[in-house]
Nanobody, 114 residues
Framework: QVQLVESGGGLVQPGGSLRLSCVAS????????VGWYRQAPGKLRELVAG???????NYGDSVKGRFTISRDNAKNTVYLQMNDLKPEDTAVYYC????????WGQGTQVTVSS
C-alpha cells in the first residue's frame, strides 16, 4: 500500500505561479512512472504531466512550455512547477502512481482568478 499526499494548491492570479508537491509514503518514485492529472468541474480528468522511472517527461499540449514536472527521490517527492497560470488551469490536481495497482492522492485545488 502506498499513500500519496498532494499539497501546494491555492488561489493565484492569472500569470502567477504555483508549485505542487506529491509525497509518497515509500521510496518508490524512482521505480515507477508518476503523473499529475487534473479535473475541472464538468470535465474529464486529463493528464497534465508525467515522468517515467528513467526521468523522461511528457506534457499535455495545453501546459507545454509553462509546467515542469520533476522528482526528488531522496524526499520521495514529485513536483509540478506551474508558471504563467491561466483561468483554464483551474482544477483539482491529482498525483498518480502506476504500479500493478494504481494509486491516487486526494487532490489539491488550484484556482486561477483575478
Amino acid at each position: 500500500q502506498v499513500q500519496l499526499v498532494e499539497s501546494g494548491g491555492g488561489l493565484v492570479q492569472p500569470g502567477g505561479s504555483l508549485r505542487l508537491s506529491c509525497v509518497a509514503s515509500k521510496s518508490i518514485f524512482s521505480f515507477y512512472a508518476v503523473g499529475w492529472y487534473r479535473q475541472a468541474p464538468g470535465k474529464l480528468r486529463e493528464l497534465v504531466a508525467g515522468i517515467s522511472s528513467g526521468g523522461t517527461t511528457n506534457y499535455g499540449d495545453s501546459v507545454k512550455g509553462r509546467f515542469t514536472i520533476s522528482r526528488d527521490n531522496a524526499k520521495n517527492t514529485v513536483y509540478l512547477q506551474m508558471n504563467d497560470l491561466k483561468p483554464e488551469d483551474t482544477a483539482v490536481y491529482y498525483c498518480n502512481l502506476r504500479m500493478a495497482v494504481e494509486y491516487w492522492g486526494q487532490g489539491t485545488q488550484v484556482t486561477v482568478s483575478s
